[in-house]
């Protein structure tokens, strides 16, 4: 199969083909294996820094030659490692030309050579194939395609300190998925990586550090199984923090970190263990500080973010250390007009990267903002934070607007902030507009974050609702994402809450009985609950109850009924009942229970419930149907008298729980009146 670019640059490429390497190419075919020998020695020779003779060389047809030769038995070892380190020259090219090497099958080629015992071979085979994996436009599944090729890299890893550097690097850059993470850990990644941390070459003992850093990312098993490791008599976390220390390299101080991180977040070492509230969390406070390069400001930010992500202790330690929050400020103002980069180069690059800072420093402030008030208050009073998170969901970069969103929806669920610096600075404007378009990961923060500003106390309530959002979220409940449908239901039930009867009107009418029933019977718990919770606020005070039930009425309780009957839990049966007791405080509306005996039963079976919270919303219902003050009390008393509800009540008042007991006694109060 002949190797060949894509068409427009084949076209470029060919009308530059010379002679000379038409020549290097001829010279491989030559009988004496001596003269095919000096010409790949030529090439390599030819080959070197010049990127216009690599692309020559493919398009002529040079790789599928250097392959054969390399897999040859009758090759001699000189010239099989010679064409090894020819076409790892080749893949120190451009994209386009490693494109090409993956599509002459190198990969598996080279995998295949390693039998040969040879370890300048091996080592030269290694590093072809290191530099053509480490490649972004390489596909990683290309090391798993053969199950023999793990074990085999395993067993080739110690035989020189090269080999050790290579084949950890292949890891660390293959190791991209949970399944991926199994395989490595499954043929005895940990057991051969862990000795080289202890390395005398930096080389082997940074990609080893490295190599366990994507090993234990969001992965239980194999944390659990580092934190009981011991090399060279002491235990791998220990080993991790030294390399913490400020006097190592900025690189293995970062990686040990995210190591320390990772295995934090897995459950295998505690949030109060002092090597991650006195080494790993100050480690990733100081990679924040000016003085480091951007690529590494971001990744001890990121990092940071996710170590302090579930926990409120670290949240605050983090918070007040080396004045975290005003140092995260500096993340939007860089570079700044007084940059101290001489580096043009340099500067160019962090030009190009900035918005990696932004986005990185909205995911820490997300982090560190996210349970505690005094915090939310201290990054809302950060210099223009407001101003900067709105005018980062407008960015260009997606990865951006998604941390500003996640940034912003960490401090709506501060009341205080919602009440003023959200209504200060109409945050809810940028918000809606980047609901009309956006990915479904930037659709779920931006409409969980909507729900927030939807609240009683919001004072952007108002505002959104004439905006004309209803349709907007109905609209997300017709999404595939459970998350979606879940966000669209939670924000029209906030809306609904003590909604005026227009609002409660224009939300059934957008939403549609349909699929309004259809949301009751959605095989995701949330989305039911959460509908459910819907339809409670929608059927609250007694004329909306009334009027909704008289054109709804028969559909409601048809789903309530499928509900109650239905294997749910008893949260969610809660809530049904819950909406029960709604109905029947309604004048005409609990005339749907009381003339339905088969719900009347369903009541009597859940008071005598053993589970407290049924028992205290059905009697509730019951409480409501039988209320002196109302129409029609005597003949619904009567009837459920005849039912058997008052000794059901009368045991009730003997009831442990003092709220039951109470609701029993008012409802027995009816009767007794």
């Known amino acids: 199969m002949a190797c060949l670019l894509e ?14 390497s038409r020549h290097y190419v001829d010279r491989l075919f030559d009988p004496d294996p001596q003269k095919v020998l000096q010409g790949v020695i030529d090439m390599k020779n030819a080959v070197i820094g010049n990127n216009k003779q690599k692309a020559n060389l493919i398009v002529l047809g040079a790789v599928p030659r250097l392959l054969y030769l390399l897999q040859q038995g009758s090759s001699s070892e000189e010239l099989r490692t010679e064409c090894a380190v020819v076409l790892g020259s080749l893949a120190m090219g451009t994209e386009n030309n490693i494109k090409s090497l993956v599509d002459c099958h190198l990969i598996p080629a080279l995998l295949q050579a390693l039998v040969f015992p040879d370890l300048i071979f091996i080592e030269a085979c290694l590093r072809c194939l290191r530099t053509v994996l480490i490649s972004p436009v390489t596909p990683v599944q290309l090391l798993y395609t053969d199950p023999t090729v793990v074990p085999h890299l395993m067993s080739l890893m110690n035989q020189s300190l090269r080999t050790q550097e290579y084949t950890t690097q292949i890891i660390f850059h293959c190791c991209k998925t949970p399944e991926h993470q199994t395989v490595l850990f499954n043929h005895g990644a940990i057991q051969n990586i862990a000795p080289l941390l202890i390395s005398t070459s930096y080389k082997v003992r940074i990609q080893a550090l490295k ?46 970190a995210k190591c320390l991180t990772y295995m934090c977040r897995a459950g295998a070492i505690r949030t109060d263990d002092c090597c991650i509230v006195l080494k790993t969390l100050p480690c990733l406070v100081r990679m924040c500080s000016k003085e480091h390069l951007l690529e590494q400001r971001v990744e001890g930010a990121e990092t940071l973010a996710f170590l302090l992500e579930p926990d409120v202790e670290l949240q605050r330690i983090a918070s007040i250390t080396d004045q975290l929050v005003a140092m995260l400020a500096d993340y939007f103002k860089y570079p700044s007009s007084v940059s101290t980069i001489t580096d043009i180069k340099r500067l160019d690059h962090d030009l190009k990267h900035a918005h990696e800072l932004r986005q990185a420093a909205f995911k820490l402030y997300a982090s560190l903002g996210s349970n505690d008030e005094d915090i939310r208050k201290k990054i809302t009073e950060t210099e223009n934070m407001m101003d900067r998170i709105v005018s980062g969901l407008s960015e260009s970069s997606i990865k951006v607007r998604l941390a500003a969103v996640r940034c912003l929806h960490s401090l709506s669920r501060s009341v205080q902030q919602l009440r003023t610096s959200f209504h200060d600075h109409a945050v809810w404007k940028p918000l809606m507009k980047l609901l009309q378009n956006a990915p479904d990961e930037v659709l779920v923060m931006a409409s969980s974050t909507l729900c927030n500003l939807l609240l009683e106390f919001s004072p952007s309530k108002e505002p959104i609702l004439e905006s004309g959002v209803i349709d907007l979220l109905c609209s997300l409940t017709h999404s595939e994402s459970p998350a979606l449908r879940v966000n669209g239901i939670w924000a029209l039930m906030n809306m609904a809450f003590q909604g005026d009867q227009k609002v409660k009107m224009e939300i059934l009418q957008s939403l549609g009985t349909e699929q309004l029933f259809c949301l009751l019977s959605d095989t995701d718990p949330n989305v039911l609950m959460k509908t459910l919770g819907l339809l409670r606020n929608l059927l609250s005070t007694r004329p909306h109850i009334d009027q909704i039930m008289s054109t709804h009425g028969k559909q409601i309780m048809q789903a309530v009924t499928l509900i109650l009957e239905g294997d749910h839990s008893m949260e969610i049966k809660e809530q049904t009942i819950c909406i029960l007791a709604n109905i029947a405080d309604g004048s005409t509306a609990k005339d749907l229970i009381m003339t339905n005996d088969d719900m009347l039963q369903k009541m009597k079976y859940y008071m005598g419930h053993s589970n407290v919270k049924l028992q205290l919303a059905a009697t509730y219902c019951i409480s409501n149907l039988i209320w002196n003050e109302e129409d029609g009390s005597q003949a619904r008393q009567d009837k459920l008298r005849e039912m058997g509800f008052v000794d059901v009540l009368h045991k009730l008042t003997q009831a442990l729980d003092p709220n039951l007991c109470d609701r029993a006694k008012t409802a027995m109060q009816q009767y007794l009146a």
């Not at 068409?7 to 000379?20: F, G, K, Y």
């Not at 239980?220 to 490791?229: D, F, I, R, W």
Request: charged fraction near 15%; include cysteine; proline fraction near 3%.
């Open 211 to 256: 190599c366990f850093s994507v090993l234990a990312y969001e992965n239980t098993q194999v944390s659990l199984t580092l934190v009981n490791v011991i090399v060279n008599g002491e235990l791998l976390s220990s080993i991790f923090v030294r390399m913490m220390q400020r006097d190592k390299p900025i690189e293995m101080q970062l990686t040990a």
């Open 7 to 20: 068409a427009p640059l084949r076209i470029s490429v060919l009308s530059e083909v010379t002679a000379t």
